[in-house]
């Protein structure tokens, strides 16, 4: 009982409006109806954007149709498991970018790629990485103020070791404003960090929710948006983020799996990437 009462069975026309929970990911949400009997016919199905972030009202709206659901204005990269045409167990050694910048995340050397798993989720694949120098790099282009990054990643460790942080992707250098990072600390970093979620920021780290080890989830992260330096939502739901001064400016390089640089060695990913859009 949606929207009027779709279990008398009548043939009336309905409209029913519903915000999704997944927004942040649009091609990642759906809803199914049923009657009492049957599945109800869905002859059109519209997705609207919310761009003046007041509700969804008809000033500033925005339409998209199921070609085009997820918007390309900004966007940066979009590695999708489903643009890889490999066996399973193969090097990853190009992630094709789906974005329409030709912004693909390589490794030229096959014993450090990830590989290609089929099944992973809901019998789609995606691209593991061991925790033990699997890694792709790419370059997405200068970037300032508002930087969004979504991704959709499980985390082998339930509990993640004492001194082993998991990296899912960095963007930057190794300086203050000029890097962020999507991460799972260590056990026993700090108190409160456990299996926390963290950005990286170049010269420190800033905190969000507990991330859940053997499960699948999708992170939603915005640097710079409007009342806030830094906002997490995982799963849909916005979660708690520590908030910090300054505006970003990366200078584009990208990681996916790994964190390295002269200081610290390297931090890796064990895990897995399903897609990854910025």
């Known amino acids: 009982n949606l929207f009027g009462n779709l279990l008398l069975g009548s043939n009336v026309d309905r409209q029913v409006n519903m915000n999704l929970p997944l927004a942040e990911m649009l091609n990642a949400a759906g ?13 059109s199905s519209l997705l609207y954007v919310d761009e ?38 193969a090097a990853v050694l190009q992630w094709p970018d789906s974005s329409g910048q030709d912004h693909d995340a390589t490794q030229a050397v096959a014993s450090l790629a990830p590989v290609y798993v089929t099944n992973a989720l809901n019998g ?29 990643c499980r985390f082998d460790q339930l509990n993640q070791p004492g001194g082993d942080f998991d990296y899912v992707m960095r963007i930057g250098e190794h300086v203050t404003l000029q890097q962020v990072s999507v991460s799972r600390a260590a056990t026993g970093y700090a108190s409160g960090w456990d299996n926390a979620y963290y950005s990286w920021m170049g010269g420190a780290a800033y905190k969000g929710p507990e991330l859940p080890g053997q499960q699948w989830m999708t992170l939603s992260v915005v640097h710079g948006g409007t009342g806030m330096s830094h906002a997490v939502w995982l799963d849909g739901v916005e979660e708690t983020a520590e908030q910090y001064s300054g505006t970003l400016h990366l200078d584009g390089a990208l990681e996916v799996g790994r964190y390295a640089n002269s200081g610290t060695g390297g931090h890796w990913l064990d895990g897995q990437v399903a897609e990854l859009l910025i």
Do not use: C, H, K
């Open 124 to 152: 789609q694949p995606a691209v593991d990485f061991d925790g033990a120098g699997n890694y792709l790099m790419g370059q997405v282009g200068e970037m300032t103020g508002v930087v969004s990054v979504i991704v959709v």
């Open 52 to 89: 003046d972030n007041d509700g969804l009202d008809a000033d500033q709206e925005s339409q998209l149709s199921a070609s085009d659901s997820v918007p390309q204005g900004g966007l940066r990269a979009w590695l999708r498991t489903d643009s890889l045409e490999l066996s399973s167990g």
């Open 31 to 43: 809803v199914q109806m049923r009657r009492g009997s049957g599945e109800i016919t869905v002859y």
